[in-house]
């Protein structure tokens, strides 16, 4: 999701608070990626099992047993103001392929011309991208079908990808038509059962399963995306919901699969080295819906003492 500069959507209490201090392994994993909700997508947790992180996990690992197994994901959200894609998606994308490559798989990136540039680098040199086009309805369904075929994707994922609307346009937070800007990557999805989707605002491909609700709601779209995925993790920044699969993929695999904070402070540096913005401000600085590189960190951290507590507890 983004809000874009004079159309926030935004509670009115601040963007900027400081991660809070918390005794590791404490709060589970969805408690601390839905940390410092802002817009009020928590309120769509009741609607998904309790611990729908590991829920999602184990839906994927289905897919990793013996032979080839393919993931194809997608991300790349445009950000009218700045004429840019945003840093929320593919900072959690290329952390998501590395872990999935780790459990045994090929990962295919999707994206459009906007979303390509931030994703032909993955830290490892090792990336397939597909650049989908920016078309029609008919143009997009029939490379959709095509890709499909010759992809066989075991799974597919999306992270903070905006969904079709009921009037199959593509909306920001603000309501402003994106849909010029936006690849129609959704028929990938409508078609297939094997589907995942990532979000944190309700104008995602994957929210679809949740469009009465996210109506209902003051501070998310009156008109939110229809494009439903089988599976949904939902958190207070898209990426941070990529992270927490790959905890709760960390915790099945019985191995660590999170990067870094390291190189995920080099990550979203390189990224906005790349054009990338904040899909808040529009700005092109190191920080992610206004969140800074910090706070993002913070977030990543409180997720690897998550995960070393069930060593220590397992141990004992």
Known sequence: MN?????SRLPSSSRVAIMSDTVPGKDSIEDIILNHDCRGISALRPFLPSSFCEDAARFILEKSGTGHKTALITTGFFILSAEAPETDGPP???????????????????????????????????????????SDHTVSRDFARGLLADVKPDILIAVERCGFTAGNRHLNMAGKDISDFTAKIDYLFLSQENTLGIGDGGNEIGMG?????????????????VTPTRKTIISSVSNWGAYGLITALSRLS?????????????????????????????????????????QNAGVLLRLKQLLQSDTISTAA
């Open 3 to 7: 809000n874009e500069v004079g159309g």
């Open 209 to 225: 399963r949740f469009t009465r609700q996210i109506k209902s709601l003051a501070d998310l779209p009156g008109d939110p995306a």
């Open 254 to 294: 019985q191995r660590d699969l999170l990067p870094s904070v390291e190189w995920a402070g080099e990550l979203l540096t390189e990224l906005v080295a790349r054009g990338a913005v904040d899909g808040i401000s529009g700005e092109t600085k190191c920080t992610v819906d206004a969140f800074s590189a910090e």
């Open 92 to 134: 959690g994308t290329i952390a998501l392929a590395r872990a999935l490559r780790q459990l045994g798989f090929e990962v295919i990136y999707v994206s459009d011309r906007y979303g390509i540039p931030l994703l032909t680098f993955d830290g490892g040199g090792t990336e397939q991208v597909i650049e989908f086009p920016i």
